[in-house]
């Protein structure tokens, strides 16, 4: 079976990019998008943001799914991407020991983390792009809500 034509298209486009950043240690997503008219423009969009992602977490540059959503504004209007790059941004930090609790992290996108795996650190620095995933929901951090009158976040919860 032949892949599809956005199939065809996102590979070579992935592949230029990712080249691109193994070669100069960065790349410009604006240079590997397409006319923003393109129907395709949006899920082009949302896997280059993740690749990006990947490439500047494992070599030590900071970034997060906010710092995308302010510098492509479709993403944060579209449920999907919107999950999709707030995921990736997960499944980097914990496989790289950062201690991240999905939940709160969601909580920040309003978008909802049930069915998310808990994401395991890699043993080696060497190996993070091979971190492993356990669909263990027992073994999330008990997270705790806060109750009537309490502040979370900077609110004051006054009700139900």
Known sequence: MRPSPIHETLEQVLF???TCWLENESAELEDFLPDSADPNYLKILTELVRSDMEFRIE??????AADYFRRF??????SHAKKAVVFEEYRLRSGRGENVVPEILCAQYDIDSTGWPVIQP?????DRRKSTTQ???E???QVVFPKVGESFLGFELVGK
């Open 59 to 64: 070599n030590s540059r900071e970034c997060s």
């Open 135 to 137: 669909l263990r929901p």
């Open 16 to 18: 230029e990019f990712e």
């Open 122 to 126: 890699s043993a080696h620095p060497s």
């Open 139 to 141: 073994a999330r951090p």
């Open 73 to 78: 504004p479709i993403l944060a209007n579209d």
